[in-house]
């Protein structure tokens, strides 16, 4: 346990660095942008200044729209989140038992069906997918809300959710990296000689090979896609008019709103770093438990 | 006589070399006979197809094309007899002749995936086809009828499960009982059966931790944990030293008294195999080349041995000669490569008895089993008529 700690702060301590480091060069960048945000020009003063104020979370108010910052930039912030989690569970509950299938019926010819399946729908571009659906969901059936979640939250808004959650995962290009990963650490587990050996006692082989065939792999590509998706989000929240942080990144970028964009870039370094965290020490627990 | 529990008959296990475009007889003509609470040895030098044959009558082979021929008879327990006959007569159109008094034949359908052509020689199986039947079948008999303790220690053992979680895992397997307790306590008793005296201990640590003795004990009691009718133990000694051999190999004797038990023993080492086996099988390049009574085989007039086995035999110290500081007998030469179409004796380029007009012979033709005495059999010309 104590050594579980220290890995823990050295590695809580290298997030902290890269994330100060991310803030210098959004610091200086932002110096060239014409606008003005807090500590802007009063150079190494200026960045502490900026440093305090976003660790304590006092945003301030944006001098383009006049309103505050915090109240703008955290519920997107939430509504970002639930796609990309959502996305990307879809995505998981689609391709993990497309790649068991595959790493278990490898003499069954059936299974390359399934595999080609994940990469022409990995191949779709989001944008293309998210207004085929839309275009087919709102045209020709109307069981779902294709539009916006302020308009439905009277009525049911995990409705309208559905739609966007499913596409982006759908289309964002995990799917097959999935099945491939998936597939290919379960075939090659359930060679070893302790899945065979379980094999020869009269057990089942997917539990024994579950923790090294399917957990880890499935941990380290999930969480290293969570900033990929966060990019692919941009394409869906703006298809379907989901006011997510993409949306409110690009529309401060044409108002030239620095002090928003500083504060979105701000928390999805934070959210990035914190996953990869969260990534690092569920595997080193993994590793661990094994000495 | 006692009651067959398995007979294995002329086993061909074979596969295919991508490289050198051409099929590589692992086992030939294998037959094996294992009465209830028996301790049979299998004896031969690495690479003579010991554990092949092991792992087939586990059908855990799934190289191509893998078993090719032979039959595997198998006495299952009473209560899993329905759904074995269940297994073998699923899917099938044919009626088989799958039966041998109470035993059944596990390699049933076996005939329907293989071809073989003789000219050239080729092999044609359908795996897909031999797979399913196969595991359907091996299915019901694998964990409570027979089990198999495996030749790599270290890594038999799944490392990111505790000891104790995978013992009650092969406890379940037995008994469905859904009682934590109970199966923790049943697991508890297993580990102290195979002289681990601190299971509480033991039960909550990773494999990684145990030593190689202590893995290979609880491997041992994980195998026993099913109550096998059948265990096949493969090279269970490997990588102990001299005491814990011993103690590994009383302990097997002790549970298979115990459990009402038969046992397949695989070792490179006949001094370790005939301080327990009742019966001895010498394998050399994927043949029988001997079988009969740890008697007639370890101790046997000098006349009345393959002289394979008398080379191994030999080639274990006795304490008079280690009190000498007599050198180490060895086997001149080395174990002949499958690949090769061997059309007389596979022994005859390092058998010392094969001079004169018996050489001819040994050349040219391959020597059948010849009976010596009522259960020994010898496959060399030397015994023949």
């Keep these: 346990m104590s050594r579980f700690l220290k890995v823990f702060s050295r590695e809580l301590a290298n997030a902290l660095l890269l994330v100060i480091g991310v803030t210098a060069i959004l610091y200086l960048s932002f110096n060239l942008m014409p606008g003005t945000f807090i500590g802007k020009g009063g150079g190494v003063e200026g960045y502490l200044n900026l440093l305090k104020r976003l660790f304590s979370f006092r945003f301030g108010v944006s001098p383009v729209s006049g309103r505050d910052i915090k109240s703008l930039v955290l519920p997107a912030f939430r509504n970002t989140l639930l796609l990309t989690f959502g996305s990307l569970f879809v995505s998981v509950l689609i391709a993990v038992p497309i790649g068991i299938f595959s790493a278990y019926r490898r003499f069954k010819s059936y299974s390359w069906a399934l595999s080609i399946f994940s990469y022409i729908i990995s191949s779709i571009p989001v944008f293309f997918l998210g207004y085929l659906v839309l275009y087919v969901v709102a045209r020709y059936t109307g069981f779902l809300p294709v539009f916006s979640v302020s308009a439905s939250a009277r009525g049911m808004p995990f409705l309208s959710f559905v739609l966007p959650i499913v596409v982006l ?123 | 006589m006692s009651r067959q529990i398995a007979a294995l008959e002329h086993l061909k296990v074979y596969f295919y070399d991508q490289g050198d475009r051409r099929f590589i007889r692992a086992v030939e003509d294998v037959g094996l006979t294992v009465e209830q609470k028996q301790v049979v040895g299998l004896v031969g030098e690495s690479g003579c197809g010991k554990t092949i044959t092991a792992l087939s009558m586990m059908g855990l082979i799934d190289g191509e094309p893998g078993v090719v021929g032979g039959r595997f008879f198998f006495r299952p327990k009473e209560e899993d007899r329905r759904a074995l006959i269940f297994a073998i007569m699923r899917g099938n159109r044919k009626k088989y002749d799958c039966r041998k008094g109470e035993l059944f034949d596990l390699f049933c359908g076996l005939d329907d995936c293989v071809r073989f052509d003789a000219d050239p020689f080729t092999v044609i199986k359908d795996p897909e086809k031999w797979l399913r039947k196969n595991g359907r079948i091996m299915e019901q008999m694998r964990g409570r009828n027979i089990s198999m303790v495996f030749q790599n220690t270290r890594e038999a053992l799944n490392p990111f499960v505790t000891v104790g979680s995978q013992l009650v895992r092969a406890v379940q397997c037995l008994e469905n009982d859904k009682n934590r307790a109970a199966l923790a306590a049943r697991a508890e008793e297993l580990l102290l059966s195979v002289r681990i005296f601190n299971p509480g201990y033991v039960m909550n640590m990773y494999p990684d931790a145990l030593s190689i003795g202590m893995s290979q004990r609880v491997l041992i009691a994980i195998a026993l944990a099913s109550r096998p009718g059948l265990l096949i133990a493969d090279e269970p000694t490997t990588g102990l030293d001299t005491t814990n051999k011993h103690r590994i190999i009383d302990l097997l004797g002790e549970n298979m008294e115990r459990g009402n038990m038969s046992l397949v023993i695989i070792s490179h080492n006949i001094g370790i195999v005939r301080t327990i086996a009742d019966r001895i099988y010498v394998m050399y390049a994927g043949l029988i080349v001997e079988h009969g009574n740890k008697k007639e085989i370890v101790t046997g007039r000098k006349n009345a041995r393959h002289p394979y086995t008398e080379a191994l035999v030999s080639s274990v110290p006795t304490d008079a000669d280690i009190k000498r500081g007599k050198k180490l007998k060895v086997i001149e030469g080395v174990v002949p490569d499958n690949k090769m179409e061997t059309e007389g004796c596979p022994f005859l380029p390092r058998c010392r008895y094969a001079k004169g007009g018996i050489r001819r012979k040994c050349r040219t033709r391959r020597p059948e089993l010849f009976e010596v005495t009522s259960g020994h059999r010898i496959r060399c010309w030397l015994f023949a008529g």
């Design chain 1, 169 to 291: 995962g759908l289309g964002n290009d995990s799917i097959s990296e999935i099945v491939r990963l998936v597939g290919g650490e379960l075939e090659r587990v359930m060679s070893l000689d302790y899945v065979i050996a379980a094999k020869a006692r009269g057990e089942n082989m997917l539990q024994a090979s579950v923790h090294e065939g399917i957990v880890i792999p499935l941990i380290s590509i999930v969480f290293s896609k969570i900033p990929f998706i966060i990019g692919g989000a941009v394409v869906v929240e703006h298809v379907f008019n989901w006011p997510g942080m993409g949306r409110l990144a690009f529309q401060a970028t044409l108002d030239r709103d620095l002090p928003v964009l500083i504060i979105i870039a701000f928390l999805s370094v934070l959210f990035v770093r914190t996953t990869t965290l969260l990534k690092d020490m569920i595997l080193y627990s993994y590793r661990t438990s094994e000495s």
